[in-house]
């Protein structure tokens, strides 16, 4: 791969290129796939890619391939895309090598041992966990591993291999006895230590617990937000006004309140491309600059938008390390890379005489990414009482704005969870219109 991507470079300058970037990517998976109670299927799986950017007078150019023998032709087009776009102003360079973290937790030997049957033995425990519930089929759900290895090579001297591994479970059930309700549970790790026959059991125990349920009141009162539901409003509302290609473009609420207080003071919120065994952890970002750690609410106080190279180039800052790609044939754009959120936990159910309970929402992908305004509705709801998860919600719409939401936390759990890249407890946010 080293020769592979070293070739590709010299290729590229001989062709024109001021610049130029490969990224090499090699990934590994078994999947195997839940339906109706049995394992539909199973198969292993591998890709490997090149992708190649190029810069000529200041113009980008890019091009990709997943086939050894054409990666000339890749580069030729690569330079020629370059060759005839008009040139930037805004760009600057490509990242230049610098010191990288080390990163911790990222790699887990037992998942590279892993074979074929002993994924489908992992994923019949999530079947019998949830079937370890009465009057629960499971609808679908799989088990996933993968091992990845990437590459990233400049002309300007970077020089990075990362390897990681992962795994995944997921299972969606229903009851099949009296009132009809679904559930879900899932869990995300880079090590060999997710408990599946958990995943559905939890998954079966809301179902069942969800039946039933009651018809509320429209009114305003204590929100507890299950972090499912607290990530999914997150990424679709607060996320897309940090991308510094946003706030350019104009198209962010939080344009010019760096210093500002845009939270409750108890609240810090941290992006962390180091974290131990973070699901986005690596020693770098998708364009080779060094991951790190980048606090967007400090206390309350806004303190940065997050940037790629580009990005960062345009405002005559450095980049924050999250220039990211979703494979070797894309470039890199904005992305968070495990979005941290702080708070003081305690016992936030029981410290709540009275409010609602929200495992899941649908619809945040509605919100505006703008306004930071949205409409969801919520899934395997409860209400609290006198400190205590109550009755399950027949049906309920949550409506609000992801800036007041800040401002109005009250309180944390402490059943941190990740949820993809955001690592988030529980959270109760006051005085939201709830409608049932």
């Known amino acids: 791969m080293f020769d ?30 839940i339906k109706k109670n049995t394992i539909e299927s199973a198969k292993e799986g591998a890709s490997e890619g090149i992708g190649i950017r190029t810069i000529v007078n200041g113009a980008v150019g890019f091009a990709s391939t997943n086939i050894v023998e054409r990666i000339d032709d890749t580069v030729k087009v690569a330079v020629a895309s370059a060759k005839v776009r008009d040139s930037d102003p805004e760009w600057t360079s490509l990242p230049s090598n610098s010191k990288y973290p080390e990163v911790s937790g990222t790699f887990d030997k037992r998942i590279v041992e892993l074979g074929l049957d002993e994924c489908i033995s992992i994923t019949g425990e999530m079947i019998n966990g949830a079937l370890s519930v009465p009057d629960i089929t499971t609808t679908s759900g799989s088990f996933s591993t993968t091992i990845s290895k990437q590459m990233i090579l400049n002309t300007n001297g970077v020089e990075v291999i990362d390897e990681g591994t992962g795994v995944s479970g997921f299972v969606d059930v229903i009851t099949t006895d009296g009132d009809i309700s679904t559930a879900y549970d899932f869990e995300v790790s880079r090590s060999l230590d997710i408990d599946t026959f958990n995943i559905g059991r939890n998954a079966a125990d809301l179902a069942i617990r969800s039946q039933n349920g009651t018809s509320i009141e ?53 992006d962390d491309g180091t974290l131990h065994a973070g699901i986005d952890t690596s020693i770098s970002d998708d364009e080779g600059t060094p991951s790190q750690r980048t606090t967007i609410i400090e206390e309350g106080s806004f303190r940065s938008y997050l940037y790629d190279n580009y990005t960062a180039g345009k405002d005559k800052t450095n980049s924050t390390g999250n220039g990211t790609r979703h494979s070797y044939t894309s470039t890199p754009s904005v992305g968070s890379r495990n979005m941290i959120i702080d708070y003081p936990q305690s016992d936030v159910i029981g410290d709540t005489d009275e409010g609602v309970f929200i495992n899941t929402v649908i619809g945040a992908h509605t919100a505006n990414a703008i306004s930071g305004d949205f409409s969801v509705e919520a899934r395997n709801a ?55």
């Open 218 to 270: 429209p009114h305003k009162t204590n929100v507890i937000l299950h972090p499912f539901a607290f990530s999914d409003i997150l990424g679709n509302t607060f996320e897309p006004s940090i991308d510094a290609d946003n706030v350019q473009k104009g198209r962010s609420s939080l344009i010019g309140k760096i210093g500002e207080k845009v939270a409750t003071s108890e609240l810090t919120i941290i």
């Open 4 to 33: 592979l991507a070293r070739k590709t470079l010299e290729i590229a300058e001989k062709l024109g290129a001021d610049e130029a970037e490969v990224v090499v990517l090699h990934s590994r998976s078994i999947t195997a796939d």
């Open 382 to 436: 409860f209400t609290i009482k006198d400190g205590q998860i109550d009755k399950p919600i027949k049906s309920l719409m949550l409506s609000g704005n992801i800036f007041e939401m800040l401002n109005s936390i009250t309180g944390a759990g402490t059943d941190v969870r990740k949820v993809g890249g955001t690592v988030t407890p529980p959270l109760r946010v006051a005085n939201m219109s709830i409608v049932g």
